[in-house]
């Protein structure tokens, strides 16, 4: 994109010297999952106002294993939506596909790979002993890169069915799963709190949670992409560090298996890794995207074989709306 801050600055402020009558903007957000605390900040801005702060009307529309919310952004019947990480931005390049990451809200991807404790698995180097139970995404991204970067090896992967009763059952077993939930269902289920590394402390580096746009959007409405980015940096400052008990609430409702306990141990999970809250974010705000960290992380998943290379990954993110700070007001020390 070629378009000066200038513009989104002039267009926010004519937005906001508005009338207060106005009629809010309608917006439709997409999740990639079901409603939990990994997507608390979106939650919080619109439990607590926010989003009709800034002149939006959001209903979040929830993903889930039979949901397909990233075709629903593609063909217009969604505004944003919740992406892994930059890994699907690289797709949408190399597909054509109109769609653009416009804020990163971990700086710190929460995959990892959980072991049993009091078996001799240490350090990271330890899990090459053991068979590692993965699910299909994982195998052809994040595996990949295990065997590229660390020497891990094909006869070590074993399908992952999102069951753990096979993990449970033997020991010389290990399994993905996200830092903020997984050694939750462990602790309760299995009895024992497992061994946590997060893939990020080992140089699965790239950013999470990427918040995507339509191009056309982006192009025509900048100043309605530059009111949701920031509305939602807010939500997630007043999620981690405010009251969030209307949030959660509001996840709950959208999400009746969610319980209280797992919301708590989820957020004090990406308070202890700093999966939102850390890198470029604690100088740049939340949302942050360095091009940099982008290029590397490609080059990383070229070299393993994840994405084509030769791409114009540039084409993947459009940082206008980031980096400016917004919302530090609001941090608070831990």
Do not use: C
């Not at 091009?291 to 791409?311: H, N, P, Q």
């Amino acid at each position: 994109m070629t378009r000066k801050p200038v513009l989104w600055l002039v267009a926010i402020a004519a937005f906001f010297a508005a009338t207060a009558s106005e009629a809010a903007d309608k917006v439709r957000f997409g999740t990639n999952w079901v409603a939990e605390a990994e997507h608390g900040g979106f939650y919080q801005a619109l439990a607590d106002g926010t989003y009709a702060k800034y002149g939006l009307d959001v209903e979040i529309v929830p993903g889930g294993p039979q949901v397909n919310n990233r075709i629903l952004l593609s063909a217009g019947k969604l505004d944003f939506y919740i992406s892994a990480n930059f890994l699907q931005a690289f797709a949408a390049v190399e597909q054509n596909v109109p769609t653009v990451v416009v804020a990163a809200i971990m700086q710190r991807d929460p995959i990892a790979i959980l072991a049993h404790p009091n078996t001799g698995i240490d350090k990271f180097d330890d899990l090459k002993k053991v068979k590692l139970l993965l699910g299909a995404d994982a195998m052809v991204t994040s595996f990949r890169w295990l065997k590229s970067e660390h020497g891990f090896r094909d006869e070590q992967a074993r399908p992952y069915t999102f069951n753990p009763q096979p993990f449970f059952a033997d020991k010389n077993l290990a399994l993905q799963g996200y830092a903020t939930s997984e050694p939750f269902v462990i602790e309760k289920a299995g009895g024992f709190t497992p061994k946590i590394f997060l893939l990020a402390d080992y140089g699965f580096d790239g950013y999470a949670t990427t918040l995507e746009t339509r191009r056309k959007l982006l192009h025509d409405n900048p100043d309605l992409v530059a009111r949701f980015v920031e509305a939602s940096i807010e939500g997630w400052y007043n999620y981690l560090y405010g009251d969030n008990k209307a949030a959660n609430d509001l996840i709950k409702k959208q999400n009746p298996e969610m319980t209280d306990e797992l919301l708590a141990f989820s957020l004090a999970k990406m308070k202890q890794y700093g999966i939102v809250d850390s890198g470029d974010a604690l100088v740049l705000g939340i949302g942050a995207m360095q091009e940099a960290r982008i290029e590397r992380f490609y080059d990383k998943m070229v070299k393993a074989g994840v994405v084509k290379a030769g791409l114009d990954w540039r084409r993947s993110f459009d940082a206008l709306f980031v980096n400016r700070k917004h919302g530090l007001d609001l941090y608070q020390l831990k």
